[in-house]
T-cell receptor, first 115, second 119 residues
């Protein structure tokens, strides 16, 4: 079965540089979530999109922005990178029917290292 | 606000032992969803199970079983006859609809339990 695709899988950047992470959800899934997992930490919710509209926002820095495109893929843009942004970034997708909750399936993650 | 507590930071067992991972949650919603995810050393997050708040039936899947008790706000996970391949960090997570009108179900994770199964 098709899974969530994230690219790139690994990324090394310098401080103050910009990074763009991409997420391709499972086909027909209409909701995308972004999470950040620091070393030894639990994943923290950043932002989500439902039908190409932002549906919720968590602890996402103002330096970060994201969007979901017409084909449902999503991009997380990170500017003015800081050392503390080094983390594993997960994208998850789900299908949210009107009544029931869709389970979130996670991509393999993008490991970002800021030097 | 929703909160998930996994009191066990690390557990170490010998292969074939049974092990239970504890999860206690807090939520103000009457409708919510509980999950367990496995994160092996390779880093990906693997979905294991989802339980709806209105369904208190326990579930068994092979060597895995889950015990959901609303009265104690707990959703514990038991691995029977553990194997070395079970070594991973296990996260319990909670989702509630909140004020989003049903379009967002962000996950709140516990801190995770590192399970090490030794041969």
């Amino acid at each position: 079965a098709a899974g969530v695709i994230q690219s790139p899988r690994h990324l090394i950047k310098e401080k103050r540089e910009t990074a763009t992470l991409k997420c391709y959800p499972i086909p027909r899934h209409d909701t995308v979530y972004w999470y950040q997992q620091g070393p030894g930490q639990d994943p923290q919710f950043l932002i989500s999109f439902y039908e190409k509209m932002q549906s919720d926002k968590g602890s996402i820095p103002d330096r970060f922005s994201a969007q979901q495109f017409s084909d449902y893929h999503s991009e997380l843009n990170m500017s003015s990178l800081e050392l503390g942004d080094s983390a594993l970034y997960f994208c998850a997708s789900s299908l949210v029917p009107v009544i029931a909750l869709g389970t979130q399936y996670f991509g393999p993650g993008t490991r970002l290292l800021v030097l | 606000a929703q909160k998930v507590t996994q009191a066990q930071t690390e557990i170490s067992v010998v292969e074939k032992e049974d092990v239970t991972l504890d999860c206690v949650y807090e939520t103000r919603d009457t409708t919510y969803y509980l999950f367990w995810y496995k994160q092996p050393p390779s880093g990906e997050l693997v979905f294991l199970i989802r339980r709806n708040s209105f369904d208190e039936q326990n579930e068994i899947s092979g060597r895995y079983s889950w015990n959901f008790q609303k009265s104690t706000s707990s959703f514990n996970f038991t691995i029977t006859a553990s194997q070395v391949v079970d070594s991973a960090v296990y996260f319990c997570a909670l989702s509630e609809a909140g004020d989003s009108g049903g379009s967002n179900y962000k996950l709140t994770f516990g801190k995770g339990t590192l399970l090490t199964v030794n041969p």
